[in-house]
């Protein structure tokens, strides 16, 4: 079964959607076959991929998401987006704006998505889920539905506000809905080799975080092109295949998956225990 990976912080423009979309790409490159989820109401993931206007898709997660609360059974694959860049899409629209109220009434509202999920994950080796920027129910849905949370963090002033608030939402997420949910790694973004105060800000991650949870390697540097490919409709890596932040997001692809490959053997060896 696929592992679901939810790209998660509360605090808007630190990466989420870039590293969604780059990563997924990188890891469809090393022969995975994965599914990009965009679970934002701003929808940048689908709009970045190319699909600006909401009528070229017939169904999104809005669609989804209902059609399994009413328990309306339509066929998996007439959800999927299949894109040029080797990764499959759920889109996501404004309309999924306000749904989280709607569903707050729902039983078992915590698992909505989740249950959605599960239809996908025999048929991918990942599924990659942009999470929106706030604490609310789609947050909780996201952490209910994840195997693993990797997290962003901007390498500027301010970086780790209230990321403990967002620690404390996984760990309550861990104990009372998601016994296995784990975090894969802070992954530090938007970086500036040439200025001090982007490398004081990522030793400070380092030292804060590192001695508890896993601080990736790989740092992904600030580029003009990553913003100029959504302008494109285009993912960073076919947009400019040989810019710093692609080889920085094609390395972290490497330590995404080795990391995976220990958590599998590992849980084997249990298991023959």
Not at 93 to 118: A, C, H, P, Y
């Amino acid at each position: 079964m696929g592992k679901v990976i939810a790209i998660t912080n509360q605090k808007g423009g630190v990466g989420k959607t870039v590293t969604s979309v780059c990563l997924g790409v990188c890891l469809a490159d090393d022969g995975k076959k994965v599914l990009l989820v965009d679970f934002d109401p701003q929808g940048n993931l689908t709009k970045g991929l190319g699909y600006r206007d909401s009528n070229s898709y017939p169904y999104s997660i809005k669609d989804a998401l209902f059609n399994e609360v009413n328990e309306i059974d339509i066929n998996w694959e007439d959800y999927i987006i299949h894109t040029d860049e080797k990764v499959d899409l759920l889109p996501a629209n404004i309309s999924l704006s306000g749904v989280d109220v709607q569903l707050s009434n729902v039983m078992s509202r915590e698992t909505v998505f989740k249950r959605v999920l599960s239809k996908f994950k025999d048929n991918y080796d990942y599924i990659l889920v942009d999470s929106n920027p706030a604490l609310n129910l789609f947050t909780i849905n996201g952490l209910t539905a994840a195997d693993s949370v990797i997290i962003p963090v901007q390498a500027e002033p301010y970086a780790t506000d209230g990321l403990n608030d967002l620690l404390h939402t996984i760990a309550t997420a861990r104990k009372q809905i998601n016994p296995n949910l784990k975090i894969d790694g802070i992954l530090i973004t938007m970086t500036d080799a040439r200025t001090n105060l982007s490398k004081h800000i990522a030793n400070e991650v380092r030292e804060a975080y590192g001695s508890h949870i896993k601080v990736f390697d790989t740092e992904i540097p600030r580029v003009v092109k990553t913003s100029e490919s959504a302008l494109a409709g285009q993912s960073p890596i076919k947009y400019a295949p040989y810019a710093e932040s692609t080889l920085a997001y094609r390395r972290l692809a490497k330590e995404v998956e080795k990391l995976h490959v220990k958590a599998i053997a590992k849980t084997r060896h249990e298991f023959s225990r």
